[in-house]
Nanobody
Framework: QVKLVESGGGLVQAGGSLRLSCAAS????????MAWFRQAPGKQRELVAS???????NYADSVTGRFTISRDNARNSVFLQMNSLKPEDSAVYYC??????????????WGQGTQVTVSS
């Protein structure tokens, strides 16, 4: 089992910045990829950025050049630095961890979500 706790959401004006944090606990050694997803009202949850253990980050086209995902394995944490925020970035942001079990099955864990609101 993996537990994820997010923090750092809030209200910001367009053009501003926010930094989201996600701390993992539990069976942290099973975690492979960590990611941030977001879901706006009436829309499907979408991948924002992901970073595998020891690998390179990947970003959605809509956030490339503005958002940066980073991972601190020593602190069992993943971060999302969001710059040049736009109103369309407003959503609930969810931390995700993909865990590999002893039977080599991948399982997704989710945080509770944190609201990001960007005013125009």
């Amino acid at each position: 089992q993996v537990k994820l706790v997010e923090s750092g959401g809030g209200l910001v004006q367009a053009g501003g910045s926010l930094r989201l944090s996600c701390a993992a606990s539990g069976n942290i050694f099973s975690i492979r990829t960590m990611a941030w997803f977001r879901q706006a009202p009436g829309k499907q949850r979408e991948l924002v950025a992901s970073i595998p253990r020891g690998g390179s980050a990947n970003y959605a086209d809509s956030v490339t050049g503005r958002f940066t995902i980073s991972r601190d394995n020593a602190r069992n944490s993943v971060f999302l630095q969001m710059n040049s925020l736009k109103p369309e970035d407003s959503a609930v942001y969810y931390c995700n961890a993909q865990s590999l079990s002893d039977s080599l099955l991948l399982r997704d864990y989710w945080g509770q979500g944190t609201q990001v609101t960007v005013s125009s």
